[in-house]
């Protein structure tokens, strides 16, 4: 497989991840009513083994989503656990009190976080379909909860590659010290062939606008 990629395409690309990532807050403004925003968001070349050691050791909550068209892959949701059940409480409300399943999180509250990873997983992906003009199908969200490393072994088997393209997003609601970072796991291959179709002249603050899954 020939990974030659135009600049130009690759530039535009982490424009899109951009675009995605603002998506992803505008949604956690409007269901938490905190007021998000991005306060990074980049592309990582990681080697396969040093991927662990890049998400780190700390217990967090992850939701992760495979795709199940191109590019394939994982895009992974990864917040504090104190964080993340301010979210799953803001969704819930009164109906989440009861026993916590895991010690933390009643099995309502995880229920409202696989909602979230939903509508955050669509809100960071629409775009990158509508630029690229093709649908991008996943899986219903999963949900876990444990040391951050672990997480990637929970989330199936890893593509056959030395090299693993991570688009890094860190999105941040200061005022209620809530973190999201979306860790994005695609098959090389295959989105290699999809940023190599995308067209130079797109404007893609215009294309990358996604569609209401609020």
């Known amino acids: 497989m020939d990974y030659e990629v135009d600049v130009r395409k690759l530039e535009l690309f982490n424009d899109m991840a951009k675009e995605g990532a ?13 007021d998000t ?14 991927v662990r050691t890049h998400l780190g050791e700390h217990e967090q909550v992850g939701i ?6 191109a590019p394939y892959g994982y895009i992974l949701f ?7 059940k301010r979210l799953a409480q803001g969704m819930v409300g009164d109906m989440g009190s009861g026993e916590a399943a895991e010690g933390f999180f009643t099995d309502l509250e995880r229920s409202a976080m696989q ?3 939903n509508i955050m997983t ?3 992906i629409d775009g ?22 672990d997480i990637v072994d929970e989330m ?4 056959d590659e030395e090299i693993a393209f991570v688009v890094d997003s860190h999105i941040v609601a200061s005022d209620a010290d809530v973190e999201v970072t979306v860790y994005t796991f695609p098959q090389l291959a295959d989105l290699v062939q999809l940023i190599q179709n995308i067209d130079v002249t797109t404007d893609v603050t215009t294309d990358t606008a996604a569609s209401d899954v609020l």
């Open 22 to 34: 603002t998506t992803v807050s505008e949604h956690l403004n409007q269901l938490s009513g905190l």
């Open 37 to 50: 925003e991005i306060e990074v968001s980049k592309i990582n070349f990681l080697d396969i083994a040093d």
């Open 64 to 69: 992760y989503v495979e795709l199940t068209e």
């Open 78 to 84: 990864m917040l504090e656990p104190e964080g993340s």
């Open 115 to 117: 909602e979230i990873g």
């Open 122 to 124: 669509s809100g960071f």
């Open 128 to 149: 990158w379909a509508n630029v690229l003009d093709t649908t991008i199908d996943m899986s219903t969200p999963s949900f876990i909860f444990g040391p951050a490393s």
């Open 156 to 159: 199936g088997g890893w593509p």
